[in-house]
């Protein structure tokens, strides 16, 4: 079971994502894609958000968030709160005038694994677009009928984790979660072992 501090953060994060930056671009640029960046994830398009660690940037602006309401920190870089409405089903839940609490052990450890898998994802499928998508917050990539990234953890696995996902159900051993392959970040380890995992999740779903 993962730390309350890891699933609490992770929310914090989720709603940033869609309150802050995903919700904001959707309005301002109609596109909800992020980016994985070092230290946190960023918009890809107007307004130029970006999340490091425990704070959120734009231009000369650097914003703390533990502590804040969604809300108030949406004002202090001046964009008006909200998920992209609308756009999916599924997202965090979080309301504007909810509290953001952030563990900084456990921030590291979410963006760390997000960035081992774009850095995996990049040395998979170079010439794909990797997309951190606010819906569930994980990067990723679909190549022919086979979902390839990384997710913040779930109510599924509440933990960091690289999963391989094809959209037909694949036989065999291999396949261990309900929507294919999965395996904690923490016991794979690096970004190479990300790609090594990757690679066999590929030649699985080829058979």
Not at 66 to 90: H, K, L, N, Q, S
Not at 151 to 177: C, K, T
Not at 182 to 206: K, M, N, Q, V
Request: hydrophobic letters at 40%; zero cysteines; glycine letters at 10%.
């Amino acid at each position: 079971m993962a730390p309350p501090s890891l699933t609490t953060t992770r929310r914090s994060l989720h709603g940033v994502a869609e309150l802050i930056l995903a919700g904001p671009q959707y309005r301002r640029s109609a596109d909800i894609r992020l980016r994985v960046t070092e230290g946190g994830f960023a918009t890809i398009a107007k307004p130029d958000l970006r999340l490091d660690g425990m704070h959120l940037v734009t231009g000369d602006v650097r914003v703390e968030l533990d502590g804040r309401t969604y809300a108030d920190v949406a004002y202090a870089v001046a964009v008006d709160v909200g998920d992209p409405a609308g756009v999916y089903d599924e997202g965090s839940g979080v309301k504007p005038d909810e509290l953001i609490t952030l563990d900084p052990e456990a921030t590291r450890t979410i963006t760390d694994a997000l960035l081992a898998g774009d850095v995996a994802l990049r040395g998979f499928a170079p010439e794909e677009d990797q997309v951190l998508w606010p819906e569930h917050l994980d990067v990723g990539i679909t190549l022919g009928d086979v979902n390839y990234g990384v997710s913040p953890g779930d109510q599924l696995i509440p933990e960091p984790y690289a999963y391989v996902g094809p959209h037909e159900p694949r036989p065999g051993a291999f396949w261990n979660a309900p929507f294919g392959a999965a395996h904690p970040t923490r016991e794979l380890g690096d970004a190479a072992a990300i790609l090594r995992f990757f690679r066999a999740g590929r030649a699985h779903a080829s058979r």
